[in-house]
């Protein structure tokens, strides 16, 4: 079973003009938010979205959009503490951002 | 999460000696001596990009040894490998290329399903982080992939022009760009290196199930040892403020009291942690909520409820006050800290989670430690 976060809270956007219908969405989430409908991609299971930022990466005609970043409340307080950007924390022993 | 070809070290072998790449690589003192050689090394081949090394696709006690060490923390920062060309089997110009991060326990998964399959590993630099999180980074990214293309002679090893990529490093390679530069095409492989066997079978075709990531009980229990080592240090210093405490109250109590009574105080917390830190992420669907903390919350006070219960005949009943808004909220604060090693969390969900959860955390947190402060000066004045 998939598990899920909240409902309606993601920034993903997707231009449905620009899709070429290549796949390369589908291909790369790891989510299954996207599925092919004919010639073109659908956003399937939006609420499934971890904003991971693989889909817009590799989308060569720019009809995806999200902001990334990591899912981790941990990151997000050290980033305001000292002021950066949230990033994962992998290089620092004391969270497991990145298992 | 993340953890299949994700998972890694930093070795600390010599760095000049394991000099692997190609060309340059023909002195005596370049190659990888037996006596400081990793045990996953064998030899080298030669190809006509330059000597590479050939590497175990068995794992020995030494690896995973390391991988539970990388897993409590311990050494994680040392556990990375030399990033660059690597060969198993024995690979040829028409065999596949499998692109990996440089920690350890990644490239070690990916070696370990490497069993009976010729082919060659592109090892990334990525400061010995795994896949998923450096694909984050942009450090397993476009730039560095196309630089290992080039630095290898890879092009000059295969005569195809393909490249297997693990699927969780997609949000950091954009698989056209690669194309543009290098020639090569990007193919994303499945997330878990397991499948490697079955993705060659299906001549390259990764099933839906095999391009989802999965996260199970053993997937959150093997994250939770790091949750609880990154408290260690804040539980060392309040049981040394306990004894501190117990000491200055003890009168001429001895030292085995004056330590069992700062046990006794610190017992509460340390369920607590251990309630968010293990309990509550590896049941975490069992428990009713979306938001990590308020799992956490609801794990923290049935934590508060069961000692205040065992302990009941011992303690002033005002005490519950306190322990009801310390315990919970400290659980809710390490379990909401969870939501960056599950699989399934947004950057936004988080934000939205935080928006509420935080300020209900450090309130409750901060009225339990004044109530406690104010018990604790009107036991001792009066």
Same mark, same amino acid.
């Given at each position: 079973m998939k598990q899920r976060y909240f409902k309606n809270v993601v920034t993903l956007q997707y231009n449905k003009?620009? $899709?070429?219908? &290549?796949g390369m969405c589908v291909e790369v989430c790891p989510r299954g938010v996207f599925a092919m409908n004919g010639k073109k991609a659908i956003i399937?299971?939006?609420?499934? $979205?971890?904003? &991971?930022?693989a889909c817009m990466k590799n989308c060569a005609f720019n009809a995806i959009s999200v902001r990334p970043g990591v899912g981790c409340a941990y990151a997000i307080i050290m980033g305001r503490l000292k002021g950066t950007e949230p990033g994962c924390g992998c290089g620092d022993s004391s969270s497991a951002c990145c298992g | 999460m993340f953890l299949n070809f994700s998972i890694l070290v930093r070795y600390n072998f010599n760095k000049e000696r394991i000099m692997v790449k190609s060309k340059i690589c023909c002195t005596s003192q370049d190659r990888i001596s037996q006596k400081t050689s990793p045990k996953w090394y064998c030899c080298t081949i030669e190809t006509p990009g330059g000597m590479v090394p050939k590497i175990s696709t068995n794992l020995t006690l030494s690896d995973y040894l390391g991988s539970a060490m990388a897993r409590s923390s311990i050494n994680r920062k040392h556990y990375h490998i030399r990033p660059g060309l690597y060969a198993t089997g024995n690979p040829d110009k028409n065999s596949f290329v499998f692109v990996t991060a440089n920690y350890k326990l990644t490239f070690d998964h990916l070696r370990k399903n490497m069993k009976g399959i010729d082919g060659w590993i592109l090892v990334l630099?990525?400061?010995?982080?795994n896949v998923w999180c450096a694909a984050g980074k942009g450090t397993f990214g476009t730039e560095e992939l196309v630089k290992q293309v080039e630095q290898t002679g890879i092009k000059e090893i295969v005569s195809h022009r393909k490249l297997i990529l693990p699927q969780l490093g997609a949000p950091g390679v954009a698989a056209h760009e690669v194309k543009k530069k290098t020639g090569f095409t990007v193919i994303y492989g499945p997330v878990?290196?397991?499948d490697i066997p079955l993705f060659l079978t299906n001549e390259l075709q990764s099933s839906g199930k095999m391009r989802e990531v999965s996260f199970h009980v053993l997937d959150r229990l093997i994250l939770t040892p790091i949750e609880l080592a990154g408290t260690l240090k804040y539980c060392v210093l309040l049981f040394i403020f306990f004894i501190i405490y117990s000491w200055i109250l003890a009168g001429n109590a001895s030292f085995s009291q004056v330590l069992a009574k700062a046990f006794h105080s610190f017992l509460p917390f340390l369920g607590a942690v251990l309630t968010g830190t293990v309990i509550v992420p590896v049941i975490l669907p069992f428990?009713?909520?979306?938001a990590f903390a308020l799992k956490g919350w609801i794990g923290g006070i049935i934590w508060a409820a069961i000692y205040l219960f065992v302990i009941r005949n011992t303690f002033a009943w005002i005490v519950i006050v306190p322990y009801g808004l310390l315990l919970p909220a400290l659980s809710a604060f390490l379990a909401m800290n969870f939501t960056g090693a599950t699989?399934?969390?947004?950057l936004s969900g988080v934000l939205h989670e935080m928006k509420y959860a935080l300020p209900f955390i450090l309130v409750s947190a901060g009225a339990g430690i004044s109530f406690f402060i104010v018990i604790a000066v009107i036991q001792n004045l009066v």
């Open positions: 003009d620009n $899709c070429t219908g &290549c399937n299971d939006r609420n499934a $979205c971890i904003e &991971c930022g | 630099d990525t400061e010995g982080i878990r290196a397991a428990i009713p909520g979306k699989s399934y969390t947004s």
